[in-house]
């Protein structure tokens, strides 16, 4: 019914940018949250950013001032822009959003993406 895919991911060195994106498709009959987790070999997921729809945001500590989370509603996409990039960041970032279909308009749920891998080398 939904589907998010994540894309922009790649290797870069310490230091560079990458932007990564996920656009939602589907059923779709509003988002709520939307947002960027991540996760490291042997580690937990653990999040890194979300906008709620007004815009408000909220970023773990090691990503404030480095990384950037916005959303285009048009476009049922949400985009993270990764700058000053560390080894550290390394990890399987994986897109999430809350969802109401139209097939069940009074329901909100939680998807998820398949993940993309954003690897920096020192």
């Known amino acids: 019914q939904v589907q998010l895919v994540e894309s922009g991911g790649g290797l870069v060195q310490a230091g560079g940018s990458l932007r990564l994106s996920c656009a939602a498709s589907g059923r779709i009959f509003s988002i709520n949250a939307m947002g960027w987790y991540r996760q490291a070999p042997g580690k937990q997921r653990e999040l890194v950013a979300t906008?709620?729809?007004?815009?408000?945001?909220n970023y773990r500590d090691s990503v404030k001032r480095r990384f950037t989370i916005s959303r285009d509603n048009a476009k049922n996409t949400v985009y993270l822009q990764m700058n000053s990039l560390k080894p550290e960041d390394t990890a399987v970032y994986y897109c999430n959003a809350d969802i109401t279909t139209t097939l069940a308009k009074g329901v909100m749920s939680n998807y998820w993406g398949q993940g993309t891998q954003v690897t920096v080398s020192s």
């Open positions: 906008i709620e729809t007004g815009n408000r945001t």
